[in-house]
């Protein structure tokens, strides 16, 4: 199931499709947070992808708009051949929504190299996640035999190797975070308040849960959507703020506990579109834009001021991943159907690969092996 679309005062459509533009004029500035936090250089582009502003659209929709035979230049076509991938390793597991598996690469694959290795029979995986041992975590949505829907989070030994147990969940599963032996789990629970399944000390059943907060104007944030977690233990997740213009934010829940707080920072405006969030090791805080000129925001700790940076993508992403010495960025591409990979924190692109993915089955979850350090 994709992303609910809960009701209040969200109507139409987006009014345009990115628009194709080349990609290799950058300029770039340095800005810094009055906190001193570490510098992180401003990307834009000079000609970018350009979109209209507009209501909430689903990324399977905009997929769906979009010309999949309109590749931009800069996507690396090599060949789709089958490589002999013997004693290759995975190291970027990307998940297609559509798609019924998870697909294993070789960390650097501007070759454009098939998948190494593959997990097969999932169903509408969102965002997946590793651990620092390179164990692979796969939130699911199920459907019950009663009709109704079921999540669970499937774990992997590394390498897309065996099943090694199962996360059980009342409702569906969207994205997870760990954090040694703790998972959260980023529930989906329509129009309710925000709902974080924790399993602690390796259990696989929930053993408590964080809910999201009430806003000033009384309502609560809801459809929580990606999960991210700090070395401080602190736990991050992406929502709907539904005040007065339904916009996206991120909320913290400090220390992995109740309360939590609202990120006044990290507020979209007119980008009513929740998506994937991560923390780097200087702890700035990254928000994935999808639409509206899809981008990665950057926020300086406490979160409370304003982007401290903005890397310009090349194509509508909804989750990205930082590779272990955080030098590289990877998003997946819905509306191209590829991985793209930037250098971090500059932004500047450096390829894409699309070999394995299927651009009608919307690439959505991306996870490195092993996950960036805590």
Not at 237 to 265: C, H, K, R
């Amino acid at each position: 199931m994709r992303f609910r679309v809960i009701a209040g005062p969200i109507a139409g459509f987006v009014a345009a499709i990115l628009l194709l533009a080349a990609c290799e004029n950058r300029e770039y500035s340095t800005a810094s947070s009055a906190d001193g936090a570490t510098s992180v250089p401003t990307v834009t582009n000079t000609l970018r992808l350009e979109a209209v502003s507009g209501p909430l659209i689903s990324r399977s929709t905009l997929a769906r708009l979009s010309r999949p035979g309109f590749h931009p230049a800069w996507m690396r076509l090599a060949d789709n051949g089958n490589p002999d991938t013997k004693g290759n390793k995975a190291g970027v597991y990307v998940s297609q929504f559509y798609g019924s598996e998870i697909g294993g690469y070789k960390s650097d694959n501007e070759k454009n190299s098939a998948p190494v290795c593959e997990v097969p029979s999932v169903e509408d995986v969102n965002g997946i996640a590793t651990d620092q041992t390179g164990k692979l975590y796969v939130p699911q949505e199920l459907q019950s035999q009663s009709g109704g829907s079921y999540g669970e989070i499937t774990v992997y030994a590394p390498n897309c190797g065996k099943h090694l147990k199962t996360l059980t969940s009342d409702d569906p599963m969207l994205n997870a975070a760990v954090d040694g032996t703790t998972v959260y789990g980023m529930d989906n629970v329509g129009a309710g308040p925000t709902l974080v399944s924790v399993y602690a000390n390796g259990s696989t059943s929930p053993t408590s849960f964080l809910k999201g907060p009430t806003s000033p104007s009384g309502y609560s944030t809801i459809n929580g959507y990606a999960i991210a977690v700090d070395s401080q233990h602190n736990v991050f997740v992406s929502v709907y703020a539904p005040d007065s213009d339904w916009n996206a934010e991120v909320i913290e829940f400090p220390g992995g506990q109740m309360p939590a707080t609202q990120l006044s920072g990290t507020l979209w405006i007119d980008a009513d579109f929740p998506a994937g969030v991560l923390v780097d090791k200087q702890n700035n805080l990254l928000m994935v834009n999808p639409v509206n000129n899809s981008s990665v925001a950057i926020y300086a700790p406490p979160y409370t001021g304003s982007a401290i940076a903005t890397i310009v993508l090349n194509g509508a992403a909804s989750y990205c991943a930082l590779n272990h010495t955080e030098k590289l960025l990877y998003c997946t591409d819905y509306q191209y159907g590829s991985v793209d990979v930037y250098k971090y924190p500059s932004g500047l692109y450096l390829y894409s690969f699309t070999n394995g993915l299927n651009w009608n089955n919307v690439p959505e979850g991306i996870a490195l092996k092993p996950a960036a350090p805590l």
